[in-house]
């Protein structure tokens, strides 16, 4: 490499130079991935999506110092799948769904939802397109306004989406409760009167109540007991089958997310460290990162010898993270190369994609 001077048997590495080569070539990439076809078969296809927040400006407005949230986070979403996205605190999982609803605008890259391009989307555009895209937020408690009823809830976007004729409102919001598991007498009841699983079936019914084709589900069960959990998991996966819904599950539960999950992305200080199949995440993980936060998730079969995998370290400031590959200060294969030198993300087996020099090595 140009940018690497071998002295007294030692490589020298040159940051500047090497970050500007790595900038140069991850540009040219996106710039042709941003070019390409949208894929007539996804309901969701995000493409090098970057959003940053300005940490320091001057007084004429310029930043001068940002916090890179996402970094570059691209995957394809069919109907009827769904999609984990895992990875510690502050990982940037959820700026990633915020994102892709455009609660947050992304500061760069595509968002293609349902074959059209809704990056730039104003927002009357986004108020029509809103109703297919929902999400479920991780606390039922202030998820739910205290003064309505839960038919009122419930009823209120169906009317407002005009989602069935005004005399069929009450019958298709019943139907709707029965569905996701509440009886039809708590249709004038409130919120305050439920518990958190109850609770929880009413904000995934009103997510619902509008027929999306996509739901953001956003730490959906962390709030809840475990027993809860697993019923609201079923309920999520019984309503996906019923309604071919293509789900984007963030969480930090790793049992959880293997268990409802078709892909999975990992996540690592705003950037992404590995993205496959289930299959290939679970079985084969090939990340030093994904090995580490998958060791800890506990195996059924008492048979099988499990070895965790420790990470030492605090995770480092998104706002200044390291150099080179941004999990070197806590990976235990780290070489002088990671620290330097930003992996390449790329395809390793068919659909499995990860970003780390011991890869090349093979
Ligand atoms: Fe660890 Fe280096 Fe791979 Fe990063 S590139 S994950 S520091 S071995």
């Keep these: 490499m140009a940018d690497e001077k071998v002295m007294d048997n030692t490589v ?9 080569e790595y900038k140069a070539k991850r540009q040219m990439q996106i710039e042709e991935d941003l070019k390409k076809p949208f894929d007539p078969e996804c309901v969701l296809e995000v493409r090098h ?9 001057t007084i004429t407005g310029k930043v001068t110092k940002e916090l890179v949230a996402v970094d570059d986070v691209s995957f394809k979403l069919h109907a009827g799948e769904t999609l984990g996205i895992v990875g510690e605190s502050g990982c940037g999982k959820t700026t990633t769904g915020r994102a892709i609803l455009k609660l947050h605008q992304p500061s760069a890259g595509q968002i293609i939802f349902n074959g059209q391009d809704i990056t ?13 895209m929902q999400i479920i937020f991780q606390d039922p408690y202030s998820s739910l306004p205290p003064r309505d009823t839960v038919g009122g ?6 009317q407002v989406h005009k989602i069935v004729p005004k005399n069929q409102v009450k019958n298709y919001v019943l139907e709707l409760m029965d569905k996701c598991g509440l009886r039809d007498y708590y249709f004038e009841r409130y919120p305050h009167e439920f518990s958190g699983g109850q609770r929880q079936r009413i904000c995934i019914a009103r997510a619902l109540s509008v027929n999306p084709k996509l739901v953001i589900c956003d730490e959906p ?6 027993s809860i959990q697993a019923q609201i998991i079923n309920l999520l996966k019984k309503l996906q089958r019923e309604m071919n819904l293509a789900y984007v599950f963030i969480s930090h539960d790793l049992s959880v997310v293997k268990f409802i999950s078709d892909k999975i992305l990992v996540m690592y200080l705003g950037a992404v460290m590995e993205f496959g199949t289930k299959e290939d995440i679970f079985q084969n993980p090939m990340h030093p990162y994904t090995k580490a936060l998958f060791s800890a998730v506990p195996n059924p079969d008492p048979t099988v010898k499990m070895e965790r995998i420790k990470l030492e370290g605090d995770i480092p400031s998104p706002a200044n993270p390291p150099k080179g590959c941004r999990f070197h200060t806590r990976c235990p294969y780290a070489t002088e190369k990671c620290k330097h030198v930003t992996p390449e993300y790329r395809e390793h087996t068919p659909g499995h994609y990860a970003a780390c020099h011991l890869l090349e090595q093979e």
């Design 12 to 20: 020298v590495y040159d940051d500047e130079a090497l970050a500007a």
């Design 49 to 57: 999506l970057r959003k940053t927040f300005p940490l320091k400006k």
């Design 120 to 132: 730039n989307f104003n927002s009357k555009q986004m108020r029509e397109i809103r109703k297919e």
């Design 153 to 158: 809830l419930l009823s209120e976007p169906v």
């Design 221 to 226: 069960v962390s709030a809840l007991d475990v």
